[in-house]
C-alpha cells in the first residue's frame, strides 16, 4: 500500500520534472536567461556556503578526488538543480547523498548551483593513453555527443558537461545507463549509447575525462 502510494507519488514527480525539462529544451526565454545570465556574486557566494557539508566527498572547488564520487565544477547549474531535485525526491537514489540532498530547499540548489558552474574544472591527473583517447575521439564524433553535450564537452541546460570529469565516474554513470540501472535518467542516454561494447564505453570514459 506504502510502495505504491510512493510509486506514485514518484511517477507525478517525475512526470511534472519532465514538463519542466521539455519547456527548458523547447529553448523558451528561461532556457535562454539560464545559458547567457551574468554570474550573480550574491547566490554564488551563498552556494559557496551551503556546500560547505558536500566537501568532504566532492572536493571544495567541486573537483572531485574520491573514487566513484564526480566532480561537479563547471556543471550547468540546470544539470546540479535537476539531479539534487531527482535525489531530495527519492526519484534517483543516491545512498551516500541521502542525508546531504534530502534537507535542500529549492532556494538552496539554485545557489549551489550558481557556486559549482562559477568553479574551474581541475584537468584529470591521469596520464594520457594515446590510442584509447583517439578510439574515444572517434566514437563521441560518430555517436555525435556533442549534439547534447556540445562540441567542447561542456554541456548546456540539463545535459552534463562531461570534459574533465573523472574517467571512474564517466564509466560507472555510462554503465549504469545501458543496464538501465539509474533512475529516473532521461531515456536519451540509453538510446546514445545502444550497441557499445565495454570496451568503447571504456575509450569514451578516457578520451572525455583527458578534454580540458
Ligand atoms: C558522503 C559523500 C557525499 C556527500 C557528502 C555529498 N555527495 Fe554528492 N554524490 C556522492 C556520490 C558517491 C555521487 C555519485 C552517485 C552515483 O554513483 O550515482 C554523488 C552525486 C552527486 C551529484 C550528481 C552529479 C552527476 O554528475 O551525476 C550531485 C549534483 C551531487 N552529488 C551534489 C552534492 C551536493 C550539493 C552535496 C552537499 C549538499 C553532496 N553532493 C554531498 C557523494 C556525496
Ligand atoms: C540526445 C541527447 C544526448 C546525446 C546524443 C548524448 N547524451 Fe549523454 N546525456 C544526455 C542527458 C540529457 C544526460 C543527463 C541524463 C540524466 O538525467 O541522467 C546525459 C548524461 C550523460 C552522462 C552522465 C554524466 C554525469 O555526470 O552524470 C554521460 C557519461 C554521458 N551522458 C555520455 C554521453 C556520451 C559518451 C554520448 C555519445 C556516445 C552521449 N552522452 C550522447 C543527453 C545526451
Request: one cysteine or more; proline letters at 8%.
Amino acid at each position: 500500500m506504502i510502495a505504491t502510494e510512493r510509486r506514485g507519488r514518484r511517477r507525478r514527480g517525475l512526470a511534472v520534472l519532465r514538463i519542466l525539462l521539455a519547456a527548458c529544451a523547447l529553448g523558451g526565454p528561461a532556457a535562454a536567461a539560464e545559458t547567457r545570465a551574468p554570474p550573480d556574486a550574491a547566490a554564488i557566494a551563498r552556494g559557496q556556503e551551503k556546500f560547505q557539508p558536500c566537501i568532504a566527498c566532492h572536493g571544495a572547488t567541486g573537483n572531485s578526488e574520491i573514487a566513484g564520487t564526480p566532480s561537479l565544477a563547471g556543471q550547468p547549474p540546470l544539470f546540479i538543480t535537476t539531479q539534487l531535485f531527482l535525489m531530495r525526491e527519492g526519484l534517483r537514489p543516491v545512498p551516500a547523498m541521502e542525508p546531504f540532498a534530502g534537507p535542500l530547499s529549492d532556494a538552496d540548489m539554485q545557489d549551489i548551483a550558481a557556486f559549482l558552474a562559477a568553479q574551474r574544472p581541475a584537468p584529470q591527473p591521469a596520464p594520457r593513453n594515446a590510442a584509447l583517447f583517439a578510439q574515444g575521439q572517434r566514437l563521441a564524433r560518430r555517436h555525435n555527443c556533442g549534439a547534447c553535450h556540445l562540441p567542447g564537452y561542456h554541456g548546456q541546460l540539463q545535459i552534463p558537461r562531461l570534459a574533465g570529469q573523472r574517467e571512474d565516474y564517466l564509466l560507472h554513470a555510462m554503465v549504469e545507463y545501458q543496464a538501465d540501472a539509474r533512475p529516473a535518467a532521461d531515456t536519451s542516454m540509453s538510446a546514445a549509447l545502444f550497441g557499445l561494447s565495454r570496451q568503447d564505453l571504456a575509450a569514451l570514459a578516457h578520451y572525455l575525462s583527458q578534454r580540458r
